[in-house]
């Protein structure tokens, strides 16, 4: 593990580099925060509540402007771009909870998250189709209102609508935040199908062992910095220590 | 009370359900997509009873066809409204957006005194004038086009919103809008939609109420009490449940105003209203999502 100076360039598909933001004038929520999202990998940011992880994920999607720094996508910058815009370029953001349209039906769920391809029906149809294939589960309970699920299908359905578009980069926000134990096996069971796939995903998570596991690489941030980086296998034997140092943070 | 006095006071409360249904409609919209309180809303449409009372009786338009040019107006006048400060005013707190909207009102009420001044005016509905007769009973052709009108529009307003991608957006919108933008919904667009197809439809309450009843500019507060007691009644989140709560209240008025002297009506209807809310506040809409 090492402290964390420059942004190292692995080859990364997606990249945050030396990023300020922030959702008030004075308040600098990340402070010249560099994350590489290698492709076809998983990596990790951890970190205590409030040390700008989701700020992080919501800087790469576009939903938060960055002060200062740069976002690349394979080589080309999209600091610029919106976050529709990014979608379009393969970027897809699940955020940390309920994120359905609960009154409209699971079909109409996914038929929204594939909005992109509403210029093309029968892609659209098969898109709809796929993750239907997909998620069985589901299928049985495409005319049912989406509000009506149970909290595990419900994420199951936000996986759906997120894959849908076919993402280059998947950003996941605390997937397992809020559910039942058993949930939570469930929505990791996901992620490793995900990962198994070779998906390149950012994942932020509360659940720090579950994701270290999972992850190829690691970041961890502290007070909006960068703090550790380093591949999963650095930080083994090292989770208790680091949790009880966030803990006293 | 006979048979023949029942029917004719179902009929008649039907037909001004129908109008106080084309009231509410452009409030709910835009209350339940955008969360938009439009205390304006009374003001623009009172405004569109004015247009379409210098169409009609000063232009000679046919009472049917001008409808369609005020309501386009509407339409396209929210559209201005959204692009030049709704679409920041629906950024700030309630408080600030409902004081924002409550000038435009007192802006859209005194442009229309100015112009008009505060007489009393009847649109001249011409060949709309004449009974129509079933039966026994019999209704003002133009209560039964202004009635049949709003359900036409709130029928297809409905199969819009749930048969088709772009109603589902707007429905979307309405149930959560950080999500509807994550999935690549353009939100400001479709709200800029939304908004003048809120004032639109307002300003289509004007023409249908202009056709029925006689109004004045300073007047549409009590329009107003009625679009609300229609939208909160009817609930939230469809348009069928709006039209049912205009029919209602139609129908409620109607046998009230039979039944007790005119001036009960307005007691009983606000007390069922009071009384609705403190049972079952959400009207007639339903609460269907499931927690963790």
Known sequence: MNRLTEPDNLGASLQMAEVNAGYFEKDLVLNSVSINVRPGAVTAVLGPNGSGKSTALRVLSGFLPARQGKIWLDGEEISALSPGERLSRGISLLPQGRSIFPELTVEDNLVLGAWLLRHNKSELKSAVEAMFDRYPLLKGFRHRVAGSLSGGQARMLEFARTLIVSPSVLLIDEPSVGLAPFLVDEVYDELERLKGENSTILLVDQNVSAAVELADYVYTLAYGENHLQGNKDSFEGQLDGLIQQWLSL | ?292
């Open chain 2, 1 to 292: 009370m006979n048979l023949e006095t029942v029917a004719q006071l179902l009929g008649n409360g039907l037909l001004l359900g129908g109008v106080y249904a084309g009231l509410g409609i452009g409030l709910s919209l835009l209350l339940g997509v955008l969360k938009i309180v439009n205390l304006s809303h009374s003001a623009v449409l009172i405004f569109g009873s004015l247009i379409y009372w210098e169409l009609v009786n000063t232009l000679g338009l046919d009472p049917i066809l001008a409808i369609f040019p005020v309501v386009v107006a509407g339409f396209g006048i929210g559209v201005l409204v959204h692009r030049t400060v709704g679409q920041y005013m629906v950024r700030e707190d309630s408080r600030t957006m409902v004081l924002a909207f409550f000038g435009i009102l007192v802006l859209v009420e005194s442009a229309a005194i100015i112009i008009w001044t505060t007489d009393t005016r009847t649109v001249n509905v011409g060949y709309l004038s004449q009974l129509v007769t079933f039966g026994s009973l019999s209704f003002p052709l133009s209560k039964l086009v202004a009635a049949g009108l709003t359900v036409l529009l709130m029928v297809g307003l409905h199969l819009y919103l749930t048969r088709t991608l772009g109603g589902a957006a707007v429905r979307a919108i309405s149930q959560n809008i950080d999500v509807a933008q994550m999935v690549g919904i353009d939100v400001t667009k479709i709200s800029r939609r939304v908004f003048g197809a809120g004032l639109g439809l307002a300003a289509f309450g004007g023409t249908v109420l202009a056709m029925v009843v006689s109004f004045s500019p300073q007047e549409h507060p009590r329009w107003l009490a009625w679009s609300f007691l229609v939208v909160i009644l009817g609930g939230l989140g469809s348009t069928l449940r709006t039209l049912s709560a205009g029919l209602i209240v139609g129908v409620l008025e109607s046998f009230i105003g039979f039944l007790l002297p005119f001036q009960y009506i307005y007691v009983v209807l606000y007390g069922l209203l009071a009384l609705l809310l403190l049972v079952r506040p959400q009207g007639f809409a339903r609460t269907k999502q499931r927690e963790l």
